[in-house]
């Protein structure tokens, strides 16, 4: 009963943090900052452990763990406070200390982000001292003095009062953690706001496909990806929720003059729509962390030339408005390359989980120095005056896409019918292009594969290869070949700190 007591207390600081957390600022709440400062904190090979194992679940795997952490403790706080008074409320004290110094230590945080883990503190303290003082009521002893020894059950009149008062935190918890996603700008806000909005057609729109960029193989990876089906890697807990009418870009830094533009200014300047292929730094050999759609937005290098960065200026900072930065060099946004302030995705505003209403755009870069989400603020800089999230955690600070190949189909331990089998798969080396993908099989001759039609050099290009398999167990290993002629490495390196490199391949039986 002590420990579901705790439970119920923990619940209570929580909701009246996360309540108080919309008196102060956005993702001011003791959970999330809390939550926010472990991944800041996740040592990197951690990180991609994570991300290597969960993928796009990586944060709710972080939930989890953060949510039965949290339980255990409470759990132990209500104990403590029953057995060794104060020692549950002194546990309490910590947890929420802890959540204070994390809010006061968050990106655009200030002093008034201490007040929700205050409020969190109080607010669980009296709530287990109560429920706990309840517990610790016992009867008079009996004057039978063989029975005045004996531990004392408690009165029934205290477990009433105890299953009430319960009950009433519980719902009071519930309440008050409803009550702060309702009386908050809620996410049915930004999703209604993107719902109502009705963007531009583009003024240059990208070429449709050629028909033979696609091709007709069960299984393999579509040209274009599903908007519902494209990766998702970020720091963001909480999908940060900006209204479009409320989004501001501004240029600043190491420029002649600062530019500040809105929602509105940004989609009545003359958009460009075009097809790019992203990929995270964190993809493995053969993972699935890359995609390509079509983009629409305004080139970056024309709102820099309103800037007119200074000739000693090498990198742009980028800051979403949940205070993520990633460091992009300077040329990359500004020598031709459609580089994207982009407010599309696939024929519809972006996503809220892949940037809306705003984000940044780069072929051929990692997206870790380029491609940020909920963009707010551009300062143009140099590397050797700044840096960004990634790059203070041993990353590389220039990151350009390495050329990259991997067999979708037949998948790893398939079981193929000897005989005529197709196998296929994607390639990709953003702005230089795929000039060849080779197939081999038991490490064998290399075979060269038919390649799909090309879109660009920003794009990922289908590929297949017909085998005359025989019987028994086989490894089938592709690599691709660059537009420059340039050979896929075979050195297999992990993705820290500049992504990693290896030649895909695939176990199978054939019967």
């Not at 439970?7 to 709440?29: D, F, K, Q």
């Not at 994570?50 to 993928?55: D, E, K, P, R």
Request: proline content about 7%.
């Amino acid at each position: 009963m002590a420990a579901a007591a705790g439970v119920v207390a923990g619940a209570v600081t929580l909701a009246a943090g996360e309540l108080a957390g919309l008196l102060v600022g956005p993702r001011s709440g003791p959970f999330f900052v809390v939550g926010n400062t472990i991944v800041d904190l996740t040592p990197e090979w951690l990180k991609s452990f994570a991300i290597s194992t969960f993928g796009e679940n990586d944060k709710i795997a972080l939930f989890a763990c953060l949510a039965t952490m949290l339980t255990l403790l409470a759990a132990i706080a209500g104990w403590l406070q029953l057995r060794r008074p104060p020692w549950g409320l002194v546990l309490v004290g910590i947890l929420g200390a802890v959540a204070a110094v994390a809010a006061l230590t968050r990106p655009g945080s200030d002093a008034w982000y201490v007040i929700p883990a205050i409020v969190a503190i109080v607010s669980g303290s009296l709530t287990l001292w109560l429920l706990i003082s309840v517990l610790r009521e016992r009867p008079e002893q009996p004057s039978d003095s063989a029975h005045a020894d004996a531990p004392q059950p408690l009165p029934r009149s205290s477990r009433r009062r105890f299953l009430v008062l319960t009950v009433a935190a519980a719902g009071l918890a519930v309440a008050a953690a409803a009550g702060s996603r309702t009386l908050g700008q809620t996410r049915q806000d930004i999703l209604d706001a993107r719902a109502r909005l009705r963007l531009p057609s583009a003024d240059d729109p990208a070429a449709p496909p050629p028909v033979d960029a696609e091709l007709d193989v069960p299984e393999i990876t579509p040209f274009t990806t599903p908007n519902s089906e494209f990766y998702r890697v970020d720091t963001a807990l909480e999908i940060p929720r900006l209204h479009p009418g409320e989004w501001r870009l501004r240029i600043h830094g190491m420029v002649d003059e600062a530019v500040e533009i809105d929602f509105d200014d940004l989609v009545s300047l003359p958009l460009v729509e075009r097809m790019i292929t992203l990929t995270c730094v964190s993809n493995e050999v053969g993972g699935e962390l890359a995609g390509n759609a079509v983009w629409l937005g305004y080139p970056l290098r024309a709102l820099l030339e309103r800037a007119r960065p200074h000739d000693d200026a090498d990198m742009v900072l980028s800051t979403s408005v949940d205070g993520f930065t990633a460091s992009t060099p300077l040329e990359a946004l500004t020598d031709g390359r459609d580089a994207l302030l982009a407010v599309g995705m696939n024929g519809e505003p972006l996503p809220m989980r892949h940037g809306f209403p705003v984000r940044m755009v780069v072929p051929g870069l990692y997206g870790y120095v380029s491609a940020t989400k909920w963009v707010t603020d551009l300062r143009v800089t140099r590397f050797d005056r700044e840096t960004a999230y990634w790059t203070d955690r041993g990353w590389a600070e220039r990151a350009p896409i390495k050329t990259a190949s991997r067999i979708d189909v037949p998948g790893s331990f398939a079981r193929l019918d000897a005989g005529p089998n197709v196998v296929a798969g994607v390639a990709w080396a953003q702005r230089r292009g795929i000039g060849a993908v080779q197939v081999n099989v038991d490490d064998g001759e290399w075979y060269e594969a038919e390649l799909a039609g090309e879109v660009s050099v920003d794009t990922w290009r289908q590929w297949f290869w017909e085998w005359d398999a025989e019987p028994g167990r086989h490894t089938v290993r592709v690599r691709a070949v660059d537009g420059d002629g340039a050979l896929q490495t075979g050195e297999q390196v992990p993705p820290i700190p500049d992504g990693a490199s290896g030649w895909h391949s695939v176990v199978v039986e054939v019967i």
